[in-house]
């Protein structure tokens, strides 16, 4: 079974609520895919948050694990300004918190202090790199839904030395690169320091925080490079960039992650 972006992004509004189920298929274990937790959380807030206003920042903090099936967001805006607009986004199942949500949305503005950061990584050959392939039971369910590129670092759970990883993705249903879209491919892989990792060690993501550099724009192949910080006590922490299609550096992120080799 598998279900098509609009479908697993749907929410209905039913008063100062949200509701919108959470599809096997979206799923990494036993929790939803961490991008469309918050993609869900950005699209209720859209509710209230004119589109003028582009997003700028998302923090997201996974409080407990979403299964399969029904949950609701309860949206509020904290302040909107002259140009910026703060809100949260909170995620439940009955009266179980399963995520907080804090977005930065503002318009615009003048500027004489642009810098365009980092180019994205010249990697040669992207159609004569290995794509991770999806394999049920080992990889996590969510990413039958994108497509992937291998550009360097050591494929998961391979015992290598690396603790960075990098390459091409897109989504496998054709559109434009937006919001909600960036925010799903910014999170579709997996943490870099995998592959350091002798047999399957389950992984969560504690917080994160993505930050919108530039306008996202464009359809097709978007690239991806994170590595690892520092990684200890059951803990790691990494920093990724996802370039968008025109080459342009989009989002960059940052993620606290708990594992389990222990």
């Given at each position: 079974?598998?279900?098509?972006?609009?479908?697993?992004?749907?929410?209905?509004?039913?008063?100062?609520?949200h509701?919108?189920?959470?599809?096997?298929d979206?799923?990494?274990?036993?929790?939803?895919?961490?991008?469309?937790?918050?993609?869900?959380?950005?699209?209720?807030?859209?509710?209230?948050?004119p589109?003028?206003?582009?997003?700028?920042?998302?923090?997201?903090s996974?409080?407990?694990?979403?299964?399969?099936?029904?949950?609701?967001?309860?949206?509020?805006v904290?302040?909107?300004?002259?140009?910026a607009?703060?809100?949260?986004?909170?995620?439940?199942?009955?009266d179980?918190?399963?995520?907080?949500?804090?977005?930065s949305?503002g318009a615009?503005?003048p500027?004489?202090?642009?810098?365009?950061?980092?180019?994205?990584?010249a990697?040669?050959?992207?159609?004569?790199?290995?794509s991770?392939?999806?394999?049920?039971?080992?990889?996590p369910?969510?990413?039958?839904?994108?497509?992937?590129?291998?550009?360097?670092?050591?494929?998961?759970y391979?015992?290598?030395e690396s603790?960075?990883?990098g390459?091409?993705?897109?989504?496998r249903?054709?559109?434009?690169?937006?919001?909600?879209?960036?925010?799903?491919?910014?999170?579709?892989?997996?943490?870099?320091?995998?592959?350091?990792?002798?047999?399957h060690?389950?992984m969560?993501?504690?917080?994160?925080?993505?930050?919108?550099v530039?306008?996202?724009?464009?359809?097709?192949?978007?690239?991806?490079?994170?590595?690892?910080?520092?990684?200890?006590?059951?803990?790691?922490?990494?920093?990724?960039?996802?370039?968008?299609?025109?080459g342009?550096l989009?989002?960059?992120?940052?993620?606290?992650v708990?594992?389990?080799?222990g």
């Amino acid at each position: 079974m598998s279900t098509p972006l609009p479908e697993a992004l749907r929410l209905v509004p039913d008063g100062t609520a949200h509701h919108g189920v959470l599809a096997p298929d979206w799923a990494q274990g036993r929790a939803a895919f961490g991008g469309i937790v918050a993609a869900w959380g950005v699209t209720a807030l859209r509710a209230d948050v004119p589109s003028d206003r582009p997003l700028r920042s998302v923090l997201v903090s996974f409080v407990a694990p979403l299964a399969p099936g029904p949950f609701r967001v309860q949206p509020r805006v904290l302040r909107a300004g002259r140009a910026a607009t703060q809100a949260e986004a909170r995620l439940l199942t009955g009266d179980t918190e399963i995520a907080v949500l804090v977005a930065s949305f503002g318009a615009s503005r003048p500027t004489r202090l642009r810098w365009p950061g980092p180019p994205a990584p010249a990697w040669p050959g992207r159609d004569d790199r290995p794509s991770m392939p999806y394999v049920e039971g080992l990889t996590p369910a969510f990413t039958r839904h994108f497509e992937y590129r291998w550009a360097h670092g050591d494929l998961p759970y391979s015992g290598g030395e690396s603790a960075a990883l990098g390459g091409w993705v897109r989504p496998r249903e054709p559109g434009p690169l937006d919001e909600l879209r960036t925010l799903l491919l910014l999170d579709a892989w997996p943490a870099p320091f995998i592959g350091r990792a002798q047999g399957h060690v389950p992984m969560s993501t504690l917080t994160w925080l993505a930050n919108f550099v530039s306008p996202p724009a464009g359809e097709g192949w978007c690239t991806y490079d994170a590595a690892t910080v520092a990684a200890d006590d059951g803990y790691a922490d990494f920093d990724a960039k996802l370039w968008g299609p025109d080459g342009a550096l989009v989002a960059t992120s940052r993620q606290c992650v708990v594992e389990f080799s222990g």
